[in-house]
């Protein structure tokens, strides 16, 4: 089994900065993707950026030029630096990989959710 673990998440004042953390554990022979989802109250949950392995990394609109995502492979590790934050971006926010086990098997795989609160 494979597990993504979350963390980083808090409340800030908008135009501060947060930065969240996501590792990977397990059975685990590579991961080709990993990416940020959040789900605001009433809302349904949305792509906030992700990177695939020998790809640039993609991002929503809301989000481009304040949002930074990254990966350290060598930790199986995915990091999504937000700065000038807003209270619009108050919502869960959710890791997700997509994981080529060691059995061979190609599966997807979420986090528990960490959650982001911007003041208003």
């Known amino acids: 089994q494979v597990q993504l673990v979350e963390s980083g998440g808090g409340l800030v004042q908008p135009g501060g900065s947060l930065r969240l953390s996501c590792a990977a554990s397990?059975?685990?022979?590579?991961?080709?993707?990993m990416g940020w989802y959040r789900q605001a109250p009433g809302k349904e949950r949305e792509l906030v950026a992700r990177?695939?392995?020998?790809?640039?990394?993609n991002y929503a609109d809301s989000v481009k030029g304040r949002f930074t995502i990254s990966r350290d492979n060598a930790k199986n590790t995915v990091y999504l630096q937000m700065n000038s934050l807003k209270p619009e971006d108050t919502a869960v926010y959710y890791c997700?990989?997509?994981?080529?086990?060691?059995?061979?098997?190609?599966?997807?795989?979420w986090g528990q959710g960490t959650q982001v609160t911007v003041s208003s």
């Open positions: 997700n990989g997509n994981v080529v086990t060691r059995a061979g098997g190609l599966r997807t795989y």
């Open positions: 397990g059975s685990i022979f590579s991961i080709n993707a």
């Open positions: 990177i695939i392995s020998g790809g640039s990394p």
